[in-house]
């Protein structure tokens, strides 16, 4: 998914926040922001991805601030939030392939441009999708041997826990995230850190810190696990914008909760709405 107009403004946004959550220091603050706006002016095009764009804005925000993880903070609240909210929302999923991804994609209402009382109130509300392949992606599995796990924000985890256990019981699920921090995406350390490190089978990470994944930049094994897998699924808006831009071969289910309207309109759904999408 290329840029569109109203990406610029929220890329904007973001380096802001970036720069505001790196550093006390005013001066570095304003440098960082300073150079991180730079990075919009000079790159923001229809021609590329938003990805690309943040992904650069991160590495100026960090490389100045010298902090390599600024989102440290908010990934811990994330975390502590999801372990409390996961035992009182998923008795209302069933304990199957769809109510398992349906949980999953609840925890996609994670997000760092969302205060913490918006991220509760929406996880009490029920996931429906309003595009739903969920059954073509299930009787996909049944045949599949080898499957990745995108893995997406660092308090999503709980809520793909049950999914990725399923999931496991027939074929080698292997969990992505971050080589090292970017945003609130999760990273080798953040699982250590919720505690679930054990229970997810195999990890591996994309060899980079982009939001969702730049091909080009990914480690040689992500991208042979990429290439080799049956099926992926891949969580949130980070890796929809990245990998749509990918011919379709109908091995890659889409779960998010389309929270701009920039992705809603694209997927054409209501902002908010949520999405098993298969291509």
């Known amino acids: 998914m290329k840029a569109v107009s109203e990406c610029y403004p929220c890329l904007c946004r973001l380096v802001h926040q970036a720069a505001g959550l790196a550093t006390d220091d005013e001066e570095l603050k304003a440098e960082a922001t300073r150079e991180g706006l730079k990075v919009v002016d000079e790159n923001f095009s ?5 990805i690309a764009i943040a992904t650069e ?4 925000v960090k490389e100045i601030t010298a902090n390599p993880d600024p989102y440290r903070r908010v990934k811990d609240e994330e975390i502590r939030i999801s372990r409390e909210l996961i035992s009182e929302v998923s008795p209302a999923y069933p304990q199957d392939f769809k109510g398992y991804l349906a949980l999953s994609a609840l925890g996609n209402v994670i997000d760092f441009f969302r205060d913490f009382d918006t ?14 392949d969920s059954d073509k992606f299930e009787r996909k599995l049944e045949k599949a041997t080898n499957v990745l796990f995108l893995a997406d924000n660092s308090g999503e985890v709980f809520f793909d826990l049950p999914l990725v256990k399923w999931m496991a019981r027939s074929a080698r699920v292997s969990y992505v995230v971050k080589e090292s921090p970017v945003q609130d995406d999760t990273t080798l350390d953040d699982l250590r850190i919720a505690g679930v490190e054990g229970e997810l089978g195999r990890v591996i990470t994309t060899g980079t810190a982009t939001p969702g994944v730049l091909l080009h930049l990914a480690s040689d094994e992500f991208k042979r696990e990429f290439a080799a897998a049956d099926l992926i699924l891949a969580k949130g808006m980070g890796y929809y914008e990245a990998l749509s831009e990918l011919p379709g071969d109908d091995r890659l289910l889409y779960c998010l909760m389309a929270k701009c309207q920039p ?14 999408m298969l291509r």
């Not at 229809?46 to 938003?50: H, R």
Request: aromatic residues 8%; hydrophobic residues 45%; without cysteine.
């Open 119 to 132: 991220i509760r109130g929406d996880m009490r509300r029920k996931v429906e999708f309003f595009l739903d």
């Open 263 to 276: 992705v809603a309109d694209s997927l054409g759904v209501p902002l908010n709405g949520y999405v098993a």
């Open 46 to 50: 229809a021609d590329v991805t938003t």
């Open 57 to 60: 804005i991160h590495r100026i």
